[in-house]
Every structure is written in structure tokens, then in C-alpha cells.
């Protein structure tokens, strides 16, 4: 059972708001993740951290920001939500070797009206 | 680059019958390769995994892959199909030896299981 926790699973927000989706993980893994997945679609990884301090943008480019802090946190950031960020988010963790198994949260529905 | 390519968007099988998830990928070396599964409105859990030890691998939930590198396939089976087993199935490639995880996705088949 993976230890990985998102919060909130789910948000409708009004447009131009600002808003934070939680990641945490208690399994002490160096590596975290957040995937972006419309409905249907498959999933893209849009940020990645190595560690505290280390953050990188992914393959998808993304309006949001993320922090790591703390090992067993990265939150990820919309300053001004847009209808165009409605999606699901996923958060992900793994320890550093390479081939390790990525843990995922139960993922963050984000509408933005 | 590593790419994966799931054949079929939807399978449909009938309880009891055997399931068949075709997966294939590429890759310019030996790839960690990767089943996970999506119920609705839940988030993903890992099926198994091969990473260059056994070629046939064991899941959870009675599932098994074969990794195949002369038919670059990873093909997900299980001998009987239970109506628990409709989700979303994802095959996943993991890049390059060494760095971060970077896992390439492969666009989803999804399994209908009917009485």
C-alpha cells in the first residue's frame, strides 16, 4: 500500500483564482512527480523534483508552479486558474535508483469555471 | 526515445474468459517496463513491473506479462476475467537508465468485463 496523499481530491474553482493542490508522501522517497491527465487521455508528466530544493519542469508545459521544501512534500501551484487547467492531477513518488516503482496518489480533479 | 504503444483503445471480454492487454514499446536499451491500473476516480496502482530479471512477471490480482524483447512486446494476460478487473490499463516504459524516472505512458485500454 503506498503511502502518497493528495488533497483535495476535488475542487471546482472560479477563474483567476489562486490555488494550491497538496502532495505528500511518508515513504521518504527523494523523487516526486506530478502528472497532468484529461479524461481519456493519457498522462504527461509536467514537473519532477530530485529532492528538497531541486525542481524541473517536465515534458508538458504547465502554467503551475511547485516547491519541495520538504522531502515528503511538493505542492503544486496555479496562480490564476484558467478553464484550460481543468484536469486531473496526479502526484507520483519513487526512491532515486532508476527502475524503482513509482507510487501514485489518488490523484486531484480540478474544474475551473 | 523510448515510446510505448498500446494496440487496442477498448477490449471487451465476458467473466471468466482470459484477458489479453497488448503492449508495445520501444526502447534504444533495456527498458524497465510497467502495468498499472486506473479505477474510476481512483488513483493508479501498479500491477508489476520487469526490470531485466525474470522475463515473465507476476502481478497482483492474478495478472502476468510476458517481456518479449525479440517482438519488443509486454503483453498484460490473466486466464480468467472478473468484473473487478474493469479499469483502465496503462503500459509504461521507464527512460534511460540512471536520472530521474521519467515514465512515458502509453495512451490507456480500457477493459469492459460483461456478465
Known amino acids: 500500500e503506498a503511502d502518497i496523499y493528495q488533497t483535495p481530491r476535488y475542487l471546482v474553482i472560479g477563474t483567476g483564482k489562486k490555488i494550491t493542490l497538496e502532495c505528500s508522501q511518508t515513504?521518504?522517497?527523494?523523487?516526486m512527480y506530478w502528472y497532468q491527465q484529461d479524461p481519456g487521455m493519457e498522462l504527461h508528466l509536467i514537473h519532477y523534483?530530485?529532492?528538497?530544493?531541486?525542481?524541473e519542469k517536465g515534458d508538458l508545459s504547465s502554467e503551475s508552479t511547485v516547491s519541495r521544501i520538504r522531502t515528503e512534500h511538493f505542492p503544486l501551484t496555479l496562480e490564476s486558474a484558467r478553464p484550460s487547467h481543468t484536469s486531473q492531477y496526479l502526484c507520483?513518488?519513487?526512491?532515486?535508483?532508476?527502475?524503482?516503482?513509482?507510487?501514485f496518489g489518488e490523484g486531484s480533479w480540478l474544474t475551473v469555471v | 526515445a523510448q515510446s510505448v504503444t498500446q494496440l487496442d483503445s477498448h477490449v471487451s471480454v465476458s467473466e471468466g474468459t482470459p484477458v489479453l492487454l497488448r503492449c508495445n514499446y520501444s526502447?534504444?536499451?533495456?527498458?524497465?517496463l510497467f502495468w498499472y491500473v486506473q479505477h474510476p476516480n481512483k488513483g493508479l496502482q501498479l500491477l508489476l513491473k520487469?526490470?531485466?530479471?525474470?522475463?515473465l512477471v507476476k502481478g497482483i490480482n492474478g495478472f502476468e506479462a510476458e517481456f518479449k524483447k525479440s517482438e519488443t512486446s509486454f503483453h498484460l494476460t490473466k486466464p480468467s476475467a472478473h468484473m473487478s478487473d474493469a479499469a483502465e490499463y496503462f503500459c509504461?516504459?521507464?527512460?534511460?537508465?540512471?536520472?530521474?524516472?521519467?515514465?512515458?505512458f502509453g495512451a490507456g485500454t480500457r477493459l469492459a468485463v460483461h456478465p
Open positions: 507520483a513518488s519513487s526512491e532515486m535508483n532508476s527502475g524503482n516503482t513509482i507510487y
Open positions: 515513504m521518504g522517497h527523494d523523487k
Open positions: 523534483s530530485y529532492g528538497v530544493n531541486s525542481t
Open positions: 526502447s534504444s536499451y533495456s527498458p524497465s
Open positions: 520487469y526490470t531485466s530479471a525474470a522475463t
Open positions: 509504461v516504459v521507464s527512460d534511460r537508465p540512471g536520472g530521474y524516472n521519467k515514465l512515458i
